[in-house]
Each structure stands twice: as C-alpha cells, then as structure tokens.
C-alpha cells in the first residue's frame, strides 16, 4: 500500500504558488486548489484587481470566502505520512541568470533567499532551517544576490561589517583596527541607519516636491483649459462684432445708395417736367413764328393791316428765370462725405489696432523660476535666498552707419489730410505739402492743426524706420505723439513733450524738444534723413548728400507709438516733401 502510494505525481497535490505540498488546502469555485495562505496573500497582493484564479485566469465576483478543504487536507497529512514530498517544476531550476542555491547537488534549484552572515544562497528547501532553527535568527536574509562575494573584505578574507566614514567605504573588523586605525569608523549597520534616515529626509522631500509639481501641473493644465476657453469665446465674440460691423457698413451702404436712387429720381422728375414744358413752350412759339411768316408773306398791303392787329403780344417765357445751370456736383459731394468716413474709419483703425495686438500679444502665462535641488541634507537654519535678478534686456541693434545701412528701414511715409492746416496745400499722393496764399477748404475735423502750418502722417510708427524729407526754405521735421494738441501755442512742434522737431532754415539749424532748444551747425544739404529705433528710444536726423552727417540723436524711452510730422514757415510757396525711397 505505502509503495502505491508513494508512485503518486506529487505535482498533483502540490501549491502552484508556492511549489511546495498543500498546507491548509482550500479549492476556489473554479475548481483549483491552492494553500490558503497563498491564494489569500495572491489576492491581497492585487487588491486592485478582480481576484483570479492563478491557472485559469478566471476572475470571481464578488472575493470568494476561502474555507478549508477538510477531505483534501486529510489526505495530504497522510501522504506526508508516507514520505510525499513535492517535486519542484522545470521553471524552479535555476538558468543562467538566476542565482543558484549553494547546497543543492546536481541541478541547482533556484535560489529564494541569500544570507549575508553565510553569503549562501538557499532554494525554499534548503533555506527552511533559517527560519525554523534559533541558530540562524539573527542571520540577515536578503533577496538573491551574485554579489555576495562584494561583502567580503579581499585582504583579510572577512565580511565586511564596518564602515569607514573618514574613506567612504566598507571594511571589515581587522580593517578597522589595521590601516583605519585612526579613522572615523562605525558598524555599517549604524552607517546604514543613519544613511537610511537621511535617505527618507530626501525622499520626504522629493514626495513634498512630487506633489508640489503635481499640483503644478494641474494649475497649468487648468491654465490651459482657462486659455483654450478664453481664445475661443474672444474670437466668438470677435467675430460676432466684426460681423456687426460689416453688417453695419452694409446697411449703412444701402441707405446711402437708397437716398441716392431717391434722389436721383426726384431730381431727374423735375428737370424732365421743366423740359416738358420748355418743349411744349417751343411748340407754341413755332406755331406763332409760322403765322407770323405767314402774315408777312401776304402781298395785299391791306390784308396784312388787317391781319396784325388779331396777333397777340409776344409775352416772355415764365420758365426761363426758373432755371439755373449748376455744376454737376450733386453726388460728389456725398462720395466725398463718404470717403471722409473711410477716412475716419482708417484712422480709427490704424490708432487702435496696436492697443489691440498689443492685447494679443500680452496674454501670458508666468511661470516661477525653479529653485535649486535640495541637498541630502538641509541646513539648520538655512540661509535666506537672495531674490532673483531681472534677466537683462537684450542688446538693441547698432544703429547703421551708411545710407545703405539705412535703407534697410526705409518706410512710405503719407501725410494725414484730417491733420493738415488749412493753410497748406496737399499734392504727390500726400506726401508734399506747400504753404498757400489762400485758406484750402478741408473739412472741420478735430484732428487737424489750427493754428501752426503742420500735419502728421497716417503711419503709426514702431520698431525701426527710416524716411527721408526734402525741404525747401523754413520747414520742421518732426516725430510727435498722436495725443498732441491741435491748438494754442502749445500744439506748435517741439514746444511740448510729446514731440521733438528739427527747425532748418538757412544759417540757422535747430533742435526742439519741450520748448528747449539746442543750436546745430548749418548742413550743406536741404535733405534731412531721420531714423528711429521706437524700442531702443533712439531718434536721429542726419543731413543727406553725398555722405550721411549726424545733426542730432536723441535717446529716450518712447512710451507711445510716433507720428512722423513737418512743419512749414507761412511763406507762400514754402514746402517739404517725404522722398520715395523705394
């Protein structure tokens, strides 16, 4: 009987988890059966997870209760009895990069744990004397290492169980009492501890860092959330005004074009009724005419006595003092107003249009700057960090050095007609203004200059530009906020600080900025050049010949775009004109 016995598989009664004999058998509703403290500490161990059976894989809803499988455990204590003992599967022998266990003979099993009192590595079967016999209690068990020969000291061929602090490094007992002799030594058990504690201060920290990030990252992806949203109701509603304001100028286009059409007829009627009646007129005074000749065709002397005295007086015509002849003007002067309002429009949209990319632009994220890795140890009382320094501006760009060089920057500059006085006379495409003898007739708008013979272009002016101005007698080349004012003494150019004017007139060069003024040599040339560098606050006038010769650099810091202006001396026939430069 014991001999039938002892030719059972013993794979069939052993723990798939385990690999040993079943010990507190329990058989899960799949079927399989397993230790109870295996298949518990399975589950436990994958909480997370919907507990499985390790075999099949099948999953149980709800955690089944394990109950002891009370026939199956009777019969395992009475093979045990017969001297059943499990055999281990091919996957427990130990490969070429498993650690093997140290006293199996023949085929190594795989090892579970390694000693670093014995520096052994032990299988399951080997190691169960660490764990049942007080002799090895105090032995430590680590996981299964190769390099246990690492502990072991190679001039004295002992474990290493100190450590150096002076040397940074592990020794053995000898050690400590040979060459480290008058070294900083301690165990490396307390060496451990107190690497261990300050092991966990670090990771204290970087957990505290982990979560301060973490709670970053959040704030940024709601950041990004927030901007998304933003973006999209902004060009939402963008969309929505601009739509409103096409929609506007539509409507606005259709009156006009309605009133005019209206016009046109009212206007067409009448005059197709006065000539109605001029050729109804005409008719009546043919047939008149005819009679007449008639009359005075007849040869009877006193038939035609007889005759004269039945034609009624020749009245004059009650239409002729009704009719003027005007000039054709009736709707240009409304393509005119309209164009005024496009005016209007354009500079509306030229002033405000930066506040609005400027708006764009300025959306932005700040981010604070990291602060330096903590240490393996922090300081008592640290130090307080000193604050930050501003990151410096970047260098701006050296400003040319020949005409070539400024060139580069060369912008069209347009005169405003909404600014100029009315004294001055616009011609070239707007780029040339004169001083006339007689007052131009430009509408009233509250831009223009009143009382001083100057203008503004349209142009808002940022960022590098570079124009050129012909002058001819008295004039001012100017740059000037577009807030300057347009009258009283104060709106003259360079009599304020918003705009600064270099005054050319012969024998007598100046410079003007808040009413001082600065006296400059007489340039041969009548061309002044002026370039600006809006960010770097740099604003210079050169005289333009042959070669290019500084009058006057200003350096300043700009705080709104600028205007390029010029003003003319009241002398008929006084002008200065932008140059084309490209």
């Not at 006595?305 to 004059?316: A, D, F, I, Q, T």
């Not at 300081?379 to 604050?387: A, D, F, I, V």
Request: charged residues 25%; aromatic residues 6%.
């Amino acid at each position: 009987m014991a001999q039938q016995e002892n030719q059972l598989d013993p794979v069939k009664f052993s723990c798939s988890i385990c690999l040993d004999l079943l010990k507190n058998p329990v058989a899960i509703p799949c079927g399989h059966s397993y230790c109870m403290k295996c298949i518990k500490d399975f589950w436990d161990e994958g909480e997370k997870k919907l507990p499985s059976c390790p075999q099949c894989r099948r999953t149980f809803i709800p955690r089944p209760e394990l109950l002891k499988n009370t026939m199956l455990a009777d019969l395992m204590e009475e093979l045990k009895k017969t001297g059943l003992q499990a055999a281990p599967a091919d996957h427990c022998y130990a490969g070429p990069e498993d650690v093997a266990c140290d006293v199996c003979s023949g085929r190594k099993l795989k090892a579970v744990k390694s000693c670093l009192v014995c520096l052994a590595s032990y299988c399951q079967k080997h190691l169960q004397p660490h764990r049942d016999s007080s002799t090895f209690k105090k032995h430590q068990l680590v996981d299964p290492s190769k390099n246990l020969q690492d502990n072991i000291c190679p001039r004295h061929d002992e474990v290493m169980k100190m450590f150096c602090r002076t040397d940074q490094k592990c020794i053995c007992y000898l050690c400590s009492v040979d060459e480290h002799k008058c070294h900083d030594t301690v165990s490396a058990a307390a060496e451990r501890t107190e690497r261990q504690r300050e092991m966990e201060v670090s990771r204290q920290q970087i957990q505290q860092q982990i979560q301060d990030r973490e709670k970053d990252v959040k704030l940024l992806q709601q950041e990004v959330e927030a901007i998304d949203q933003s973006a999209d109701k902004t060009v939402e509603d963008s969309e929505e005004i601009f739509t409103e304001l096409i929609s506007l100028l539509q409507k606005r286009s259709s009156e006009v074009k309605q009133q005019i059409r209206s016009q046109q007829e009212t206007e067409v009627r009448r005059v197709r009724e006065l000539e109605e009646k001029l050729q109804q007129e005409i008719t009546d005074l043919k047939r008149r005419d005819a009679e007449m000749k008639q009359i005075s065709d007849t040869e009877d002397h006193n038939q035609f006595l007889h005759s004269w005295p039945s034609l009624p007086p020749l009245s004059g015509s009650t239409l002729l003092s009704s009719i003027q002849i005007r000039p054709l003007r009736y709707f240009q002067d409304v393509a005119a107003a309209v164009s005024e309002v496009r005016g209007r429009l354009q500079d509306i949209l030229r002033d405000t249009w930066t506040n609005v990319s400027l708006a764009v632009t300025e959306v932005d994220v700040l981010l604070s700057q990291p602060g330096p890795e903590p240490g393996p140890e922090p300081e008592p009382e640290p130090e307080p960090h000193p604050e930050p320094e501003p990151e410096p501006e970047p260098e701006p760009e050296p400003e040319p050095t020949s005409r070539a060089g400024f060139l580069k920057y060369s912008c069209e500059i347009t005169l405003d007609p909404n600014t100029v006085n009315t004294w001055l006379l616009l011609s070239e495409q707007n780029r040339k203004v004169t001083v006339m003898n007689q007052r131009q007739s430009y509408s009233d708008h509250p831009d223009r200059f009143s009382k001083y013979p100057q203008v503004l272009s349209r142009e808002s002016l940022t960022g590098r530009h570079y124009w050129e101005v012909e002058t001819a007698g008295g004039v001012g080349v100017a740059v000037s906020y577009k807030n300057i004012s347009r009258s009283g003494d104060e709106s003259a150019f360079g009599f304020n600080d918003k705009s600064w004017s270099l005054d050319c007139s012969s024998g007598s060069y100046r410079f003007r900025y808040n009413n001082i003024q600065t006296s400059i040599p007489d340039p041969a040339s009548s061309r002044i050049g002026v370039y600006l560098d809006h960010r770097a606050g740099l604003l210079s006038f050169y005289s333009v010949s042959g070669t290019m010769t500084l009058l006057h650099r200003v350096q300043t810091s700009f705080t709104q775009p600028l205007h390029a202006g010029v003003w003319v001396y009241f002398f008929t026939g006084k002008s200065a004109e932008f140059c084309k430069l490209k």
